[in-house]
């Protein structure tokens, strides 16, 4: 073992994935909540049953297209005077955390848009019908219908964001990828990047698989 | 209970607008079924929206239970909405939540308590028939079973009106037939007024008391179901009629014996109630010389009785065949004569 891996230095390595799993992790709850009211304002603000405005809608929109079209390594650099601003520093695995959002979260809330306009108008026109509020509406018919998708969303935006914390890496965030690319790449240490990239497809099968058993479960379609 | 006074809807868009209901006066009785028919796109789905203001109206008035629809502020549409219940064509259940969690939902909109929403979801699933499936998922149930807890949901916040959306036209035949056994049931057990939409007539003919046919927007004409399929007035009526009464097997029957016997007349008898029952058409036949064919026939059930329709082909003197429709016309049976 130590004669194939000479170079990697065991600790570093699971510094480094702790890392990746903190970034990952911190990024991806507040994605999964930021996403969730982007879309559920998105859906809302387009759907006439509920809070229909045009302008709103539209300004969002516009915003979410924005965020989601800007290359993430680019965003990252971008972003610098930002994650300054926040977390007083543009380098290590908390600095990387600001822009991961901001990548992730309008990428995540248009799938929950598109979640809930899969759900059966006929079901929402039902509880209109039994005198519910929008609110109602809102909490106990869209999220609960959509909820499966809503997770295989999140699953899918998980997995993205490991690929994110790798970009981030190679300019300045902690991780995986930073390991893989200033250790590894740089200094011509291509074990390193290969142990770097297994453990990388460990973390998003496993967060796949979970996400999956989570569907499967949820879904009684 | 229900009064419809001038209603309009117009339905308005950049291609123009649509007038999906023109100038509706309807009033429906406490208790009673009534049916409105029409084909699709004739605005009876509008019309039923109307009724609980899931569609506002353009124009006109709308009253249930003496409260005016229209001006209601949203707060007081959802409370009222508590008292006009809705069952749709495709069930809106929601896939999410377990039979006993799709009839509670209501109760829980409600603010009912928590212990007796229980309680009343035992009631509502004995009441449709759904015992032993409570924690089943919409998934896994069958069409029949998927409206029984449609209306067990409907009628879990105890509304005095129930709105059926086509509630039986994604259903079989056989499962049709036992879902308006239901409907009467609940009709009777719980004196609820039930509107109803349909394009089915053997719908209108099983339940209604009342019916009213519509065509583009407009209701053309109304009244008891045996009087309108005793008299149907207006050419869409005798259509929906003819789709108890005739088969194209008949046509192709007619078409034979009109050839057969080209002196002979075809004649179709309806009877109502009681003459439905009773051998009229032998007594009648009794002292003539007429010879008859019999091409087809049928009796159904409707609320007020039964009702017959019986096609026979008279063969003999014009004289005696006249004499012999006369006197079936005085007995009360509704002839209408093929003149072809």
């Not at chain 1, 290969?194 to 009684?220: E, N, S």
């Not at chain 2, 045996?226 to 003819?242: G, S």
Request: overall charge neutral; charged content about 20%.
């Amino acid at each position: 073992m130590s004669k194939w891996f000479e170079n990697v230095d065991w600790l570093v390595m699971g510094q480094q994935t702790v890392n990746t799993l903190y970034m990952t992790g911190v990024a991806g709850i507040v994605t999964f909540v930021a996403g969730l009211l982007i879309g559920l304002l998105l859906y809302a603000t387009n759907e006439e049953l509920l809070f229909k405005n045009r302008t709103f809608y539209g300004i969002l929109s516009f915003f979410v297209n924005i965020f989601r079209s800007i290359p993430f390594i680019i965003l990252i650099i971008l972003l610098f005077p930002v994650t300054k601003l926040v977390t007083g520093s543009i380098i290590g695995s908390t600095a990387a955390i600001p822009a991961l959002i901001i990548g992730a979260a309008p990428f995540y809330g248009r799938m929950v848009e598109l979640a809930l306009r899969e759900v059966d108008k006929g079901v929402i026109e039902a509880a209109e019908s039994m005198g519910a509020t929008k609110i109602q509406i809102i909490y106990k018919v869209l999220i609960p219908e959509a909820l499966p998708a809503i997770v295989s969303g999140i699953t899918v935006t998980l997995v993205a964001l490991v690929g994110y914390t790798a970009m981030a890496g190679v300019v300045g965030g902690g991780g995986l990828g930073n390991l893989a690319f200033i250790d590894g790449f740089q200094r011509s240490q291509n074990d390193i990047i290969v142990v770097a990239t297994l453990l990388i497809l460990v973390i998003v099968f496993i967060i796949q698989i979970i996400g999956d058993v989570l569907v499967k479960k949820i879904d009684k379609r | 209970m229900i009064r419809l006074q001038d209603v309009g809807k117009i339905y308005r868009s950049k291609r123009g607008s649509v007038e999906a209901v023109v100038n509706v006066d309807l009033t429906i009785e406490r208790g009673e079924i009534f049916g409105i028919i029409g084909y699709s796109g004739a605005g009876k789905s509008t019309l039923i929206r109307l009724l609980n203001m899931l569609e506002a109206p353009t124009s006109g008035s709308i009253q249930i239970d003496g409260v005016e629809m229209t001006t209601l502020r949203p707060k007081e549409l959802r409370g009222v909405r508590k008292n006009v219940s809705m069952v749709f064509q495709h069930f809106n259940l929601l896939w999410s939540r377990t039979v006993e969690e799709n009839i509670m939902f209501p109760l829980e909109l409600g603010g009912y308590p928590k212990a007796r929403r229980k309680e009343r979801v035992a009631e509502l699933i004995q009441l449709v028939g759904l015992d032993g499936r409570e924690g089943a998922y919409p998934s896994q149930l069958s069409g029949g079973q998927k409206q029984r807890v449609g209306i067990a949901r409907a009628l879990a916040s105890n509304p005095d009106v129930l709105l059926c959306d086509e509630a039986t036209s994604a259903l079989d035949p056989k499962t049709t037939d036992s879902i308006l056994e239901l409907l009467v049931d609940i009709n009777k057990k719980l004196k609820l007024t039930i509107v109803l939409i349909t394009h089915e007539m053997h719908v209108i003919q099983k339940i209604s008391n009342r019916v009213a046919v519509m065509e583009a927007g407009k209701i053309v004409e109304q009244g008891p179901v045996a009087e309108v399929f005793r008299h149907p007035k207006q050419a869409m009526t005798k259509e929906f009629v003819k789709q108890l009464t005739s088969s194209a097997e008949n046509e192709l029957t007619f078409a034979k014996l009109r050839e057969r016997y080209p002196t002979g007349k075809i004649v179709q008898l309806t009877f109502v109630g009681s003459t439905a029952e009773s051998p009229i058409l032998a007594e009648v036949m009794k002292d003539s010389t007429l010879l008859f064919n019999i091409i087809g026939g049928n009796v159904g059930q409707t609320q007020d009785g039964a009702l017959g329709t019986l096609f026979i082909q008279l063969i003999g003197a014009e004289q005696e065949t006249q004499a012999v429709i006369a006197k079936l016309q005085a007995s009360d049976v509704e002839v209408e004569v093929d003149h072809r």
